[in-house]
Nanobody, 127 residues
Framework: QVQLVESGGGLVQAGGSLRLSCAASGRTISTYVMSWFRQAPGKERELVAVVNLSGGITYYSDSVRGRCTISRESSKNMVYLQMDSLKPKDTAVYYC????????????????????WGQGTKVTVSS
C-alpha cells in the first residue's frame, strides 16, 4: 500500500490559480498510475485528471480540460495538479488516488479502480 497526503488547497478568488500536491510514502509511485478526483458538496466524487506511469499520457475531465495540468515526479514520490482560471464550480475536496499497474498505457477513470486514497484537501473558489 502507498500512503497519500494532499496539500495546497485553500480559498482563492475566481480566475485565480492553485497548485495541489500529493506526497506519497510507503512505496515508490513509479509503478502506480496516479489521479486526482474531487467531491463537491452534495455531489458524487468525480475524476479530474489521470497521469500514467511515465507522465507522458494524461487524461482530463471535460470540466477542467484546458485549465488544469497533472504532473508527477516519481523520483520524489510527488504528484501535482496545477489549476488555473478557477471557477466557483471548482469548489470541492480534492483527493489524490493511486492504482498499482504494470501497464504503461493504463489511465483508469473510475474511482472503484483505485485502492489508495488520500484524505483530501479543500479548495474553495469565491465569486
Amino acid at each position: 500500500q502507498v500512503q497519500l497526503v494532499e496539500s495546497g488547497g485553500g480559498l482563492v478568488q475566481a480566475g485565480g490559480s492553485l497548485r495541489l500536491s500529493c506526497a506519497a510514502s510507503g512505496r515508490t509511485i513509479s509503478t502506480y498510475v496516479m489521479s486526482w478526483f474531487r467531491q463537491a458538496p452534495g455531489k458524487e466524487r468525480e475524476l479530474v485528471a489521470v497521469v500514467n506511469l511515465s507522465g507522458g499520457i494524461t487524461y482530463y475531465s471535460d470540466s477542467v480540460r484546458g485549465r488544469c495540468t497533472i504532473s508527477r515526479e516519481s523520483s520524489k514520490n510527488m504528484v501535482y495538479l496545477q489549476m488555473d482560471s478557477l471557477k466557483p464550480k471548482d469548489t470541492a475536496v480534492y483527493y489524490c488516488a493511486a492504482k498499482y499497474t504494470a501497464s504503461y498505457f493504463e489511465t483508469p477513470r473510475e474511482q472503484n479502480e483505485y485502492d489508495n486514497w488520500g484524505q483530501g484537501t479543500k479548495v474553495t473558489v469565491s465569486s
